[in-house]
């Protein structure tokens, strides 16, 4: 079965870290780029961050630039997202999501169903 | 404040047709391709439409996207019930390096 599963969100206070993970399988891992995204609940999307296919580029949104690091391990099938200095607006459900290098780098077309994070003292 | 904007809502009755607009900048939908979602209450995203006009197997010929300039569109013909849902329209953006996300229409099916 084609999936991704997130785990590791939770709560943390203002200026923690976290790390989020996400685990693939039923498709080829290494051949795609992995994307985080997330949503506040009742908001809309906002992208988030997303790491190449052999993990040597990686971009970031602004609004996490510094704070946030994507990392993946192919022989894991598994991508992180590492969080620190985190912020009250931080706060929301993550979603891991791949793009088919084959196809496009950023047409999202498997979505995990999220890890909530919420941020607050 | 999403750089691409759509506006935050559209409706339709059954059957009729119904257009979504995303208007973007030269450094975004002009020049990327533009990938449609559909997110379903409670549900993660699903990829509608990808290079701007493509459908992923899958996805009802009655959806449909199409780009020019700054703007891209989603067309939904033939609607139906089960098609409420929120759209969002996404694309690249050459001077961010970032991919953007428009803030979504929450359609809806009288």
């Known amino acids: 079965e084609v999936q991704l599963v997130e785990s590791g969100g939770g709560l943390v206070q203002p200026g923690g870290s976290l790390r989020l993970s996400c685990v693939a399988s039923?498709?080829?891992?290494?051949?795609?780029?992995m994307h985080w995204v997330r949503q506040v609940p009742g908001r809309g999307l906002v992208w988030v961050s997303r790491v190449n296919p052999d993990g040597g580029s990686t971009n970031y949104a602004d609004s996490v630039k510094g704070r946030f690091t994507i990392s993946r391990d192919n022989s894991k099938n598994t991508v992180y997202l590492q969080m620190s200095s985190l912020r009250a607006e931080d706060t929301a459900l993550y979603y891991c999501?791949?793009?088919?290098?084959?196809?496009?780098?950023?047409?999202?077309?498997?979505w995990g169903q999220g890890t909530m994070v919420t941020v607050s003292a | 404040q999403s750089v691409l904007t759509q506006a935050p809502s559209a409706s339709g009755t059954p059957g009729q047709r119904v257009t979504i607009s995303c208007s973007g900048s030269?450094?975004?939908?002009?020049?990327?391709?533009v990938n449609w979602y559909q997110q379903l209450p409670g549900t993660a995203p699903k990829l509608l439409i990808y290079k701007s006009n493509q459908r992923p197997s899958g996805v009802p010929d009655r959806f449909s996207g199409s780009k020019s300039g700054t703007s891209a569109s989603l067309a939904i013909s033939g609607l139906q019930s089960e098609d409420e849902a929120d759209y969002y329209c996404a694309a690249w953006d050459d001077s961010l390096n970032s991919v953007l996300f428009g803030g979504g229409t929450k359609l809806t099916v009288l």
């Open positions: 999501a791949r793009a088919d290098i084959a196809v496009t780098r950023n047409s999202l077309d498997i």
């Open positions: 030269s450094s975004n939908i002009e020049r990327n391709n």
């Open positions: 039923g498709f080829t891992f290494s051949n795609s780029w």
